[in-house]
Every structure is written in C-alpha cells, then in structure tokens.
C-alpha cells in the first residue's frame, strides 16, 4: 500500500514550484488503522494552500482502503517556533514517555505549577483517552462548560487551566473507542477548547501524551505545531527501550526533544538516609548521553510525592520548598529558557 500511495503522489506538482508532493514526503508509516504521511514544505513556504492539501488526501484516498493522515513540516527544527497552531495558546510541549507507570502525568502537572512561577499562563491538557489522571490529581470531576457554540471553556484550578476527557465522562467509566473516535476526542480537546476564554492566552500547553506511538500523538503532531517534546523515563530497560521508542517516534515527524527526566532514580531512606537504586543507577542518565539529548534532571522516588498525586492536592503546591520541588524548578528553568530563546535547541 504505501508504494501505491507513493505512485499517487508522482504527478501532484506543489503550485508556484516544480516540486512534486512525492519530493516533499518525508516519512509513511502504514499500520492496520491508518496510513499517516509527513511531508516537509520549502523554508520559503509558512503555510500550504489548503486545495493542495485536499488533492494530496484525495489522491491518497483513491489508492489507499485506510483512514489517511497528512501533516505537513511548516518550519525548521531548529527555527524558532512562534505559533502553536492552536487558537489562544502560543507554543505546545508534549511530555512523553511511551510507557505507562513511569510517573509522567504526575512530573506533566507539577512542571506546568512550575513554569508558572515564572509569570506563564500554562494549561495541561491531558490527551490520554482511556486513562485520564489529570481528575483525580486535581480533584476536579465535573464537565466543564460549553458556549452556545459548543465551544469547551477548560477549568482553572491551581492557577491552570485544565482539560481531560475524565473531566466529560463519568469518573469509573470505560471509555471503548477505537481509532478514529480517539483521534476526533483529541482534535476536539485541542480545538474546540477556549484556552483564551477569559481573555488571556496560554504562553505554553503541556499535553500529557499516553503510552505508546500511534493515534493520539500523530494526532498532536498533524494538528498543532509542538515545540518540542519532554521524554520520561526510569532507568529500567523496559522503560527505555520504550522512551527510545518516544523519541524515533518524535524525531520522524520532526519535533524537537527538548531533553529527558529520569524519574524514580533512586530512594533516599527516612531513617538512616542512606539512597538505594531500587533500578539501575543512571540509566535514563546514560540514555540521554547515548541519545545526544539534555538531562533535564533527576527525581527520586518520594512518598509524598505519591501522596499528592492520589489526594488532589499537587505536590508542588503543597510543598513548595522541598528538595524534590527545587528539581522541578531546576527543570523548569530549563524549559523556560528555551521558550524564551523561541528555539527547542540550545
């Protein structure tokens, strides 16, 4: 299937070039749900014209049995990116780790607290569809508002605004969906949100992004333009060999890594103060190094830490001096330095 999506895209010339859309198709990926398609536009091009884009789904379509995907590289990875693509929020970053039970909702929520206290509005949109945890660590459960066109207002607690699809589904629901109902949840989640909605538009969004590489991160990719993305990992092989996973999975459809944080990365014990590498020691440490990527820092596994994620109450808001709330600062800074520099790299 994909050498006839190829073929199809031999004779589609992008107007005002001699350029092909089969010269600018950087990466295919075929599975049993979809086929999805990057293609990268010239420096010279900030937008594609949008009949192109539908010829190009047409042309696909014809030869292709499978939901089709098209996103399209609008810039350089190492130019500045200004624009999310998302109304009322100026720049997107994915917090990833392509396995699940690795603590990235927990680290996601309390770096948006951080970032905050550097005068940000910062939202945190959780994009995991049948795991939703932004609930319960916030204690929020009730459906948020809807204008009258059907516009979603978030909710605002803790100085963020908030959206999950635990906030529009009963709290022990299952939700049974497949491919393409997930995928039109999260266009909506990032869509049809009003993240400006009392005036003020988010400086940053963290999408908590679920385990795994398929339909809700090519869904981010196609319809908002990330910053970049924050990689999660414990110093377990299992949990890097899918952190590795995350970061091929990035770099394919040309987003950013702005650097990893080894969670759990040891224990510190309450009486004699002793740490013990309950995994291996470093080993997200390592990654980062083989990977050529920042390690943004280090957490240890903190009991309350784990009791703040269960009680509603972040642990960055309830305990602002603790050693482990100077790391996410420490990270933060990070973080917030290269927004400030509206480049991923450096």
Request: glycine residues 6%; proline residues 6%.
């Given at each position: 299937?994909?050498?006839a999506?190829?073929?199809?895209l031999?004779d ?6 001699t350029?092909l859309?089969l010269d ?6 075929v ?5 999805f ?13 949008k009949?192109?884009e539908?010829?190009i ?5 014809q030869?292709?049995?499978l939901p089709?995907?098209?996103t399209?590289?609008?810039h350089?990875a ?7 693509g998302?109304?009322?929020?100026r720049?997107?970053i ?6 699940g039970?690795?603590g ?5 929520l309390n ?9 940000l509005?910062?939202g945190v949109?959780?994009a ?5 945890s932004?609930?319960?660590?916030t204690g929020?459960?009730?459906?948020p508002e809807a204008t009258?066109q ?7 607690k803790f ?6 699809m635990?906030?529009?589904v009963?709290?022990?629901?299952a939700?049974?969906?497949r491919?393409?109902?997930v995928q039109?949840?999260?266009g909506?989640m ?5 993240w400006?909605h009392d005036?003020?538009?988010l ?14 991160q ?7 333009n ?7 990992a414990?110093?377990?092989e299992l949990?890097?060999?899918d ?6 999975m990035?770099?394919?459809?040309n987003?950013p ?8 990365s ?5 009486g004699?103060?002793?740490d013990?590498?309950?995994f291996?020691?470093n080993g997200?440490?390592a990654?980062s ?5 920042p390690?943004l ?6 009991i ?8 509603g109450?972040p ?10 709330a ?15 520099k ?5």
């Open positions: 299937m994909e050498a999506i190829r073929q199809s031999r589609l010339v992008l107007p005002g070039t350029l859309a600018l198709l950087e990466y295919v990926q599975d049993e749900t979809k086929a398609l990057v293609f990268r536009l010239p420096d010279s091009f900030a937008t594609v014209d009949a192109w539908n010829t789904q047409q042309a696909c379509e030869v292709c049995t089709v995907m098209i399209f590289n609008r350089k190492d130019q500045p990116k200004v624009t999310s998302i109304t009322g929020v720049h997107v994915a917090v990833a780790s392509g396995k039970g690795v990235k909702s927990s680290i996601c770096l948006a607290l951080a970032l905050q206290d550097f005068g509005n910062v949109l959780d995991d569809i049948y795991g939703p932004l609930p319960t660590m929020v459960f009730e459906k009258q059907k516009k979603i207002i978030p909710h605002h100085g963020l605004k908030l959206m999950s635990g906030f529009m009963p709290k022990d629901a939700v049974i969906w491919g393409l109902m039109s949840a999260i909506q990032l869509m049809d949100v009003l400006d005036g003020t538009p400086d940053v969004l963290l999408i908590d992004l679920p385990p795994g590489t398929g339909d809700a090519l869904t981010i990719a196609q319809k908002s990330l910053f970049g993305a924050v990689i999660v414990t110093s377990q949990a890097l060999i952190a590795r996973r995350a970061i091929k990035f770099e394919k459809v987003i890594i702005l650097g990893m944080v080894e969670n759990m040891h224990f510190q014990c309450p004699c103060g002793l013990s590498h309950i291996p020691k997200a440490s990654e190094t083989k990977q050529n990527l390690l820092g280090q957490l240890p596994i903190d309350a830490f784990r009791e703040s994620a269960d009680s109450e642990f960055f808001i309830k305990y602002p001096s603790h050693p482990v100077k790391i996410f600062t420490k990270i933060s800074t990070q973080l917030h330095e290269k927004l400030l509206g480049t991923a790299h450096g």
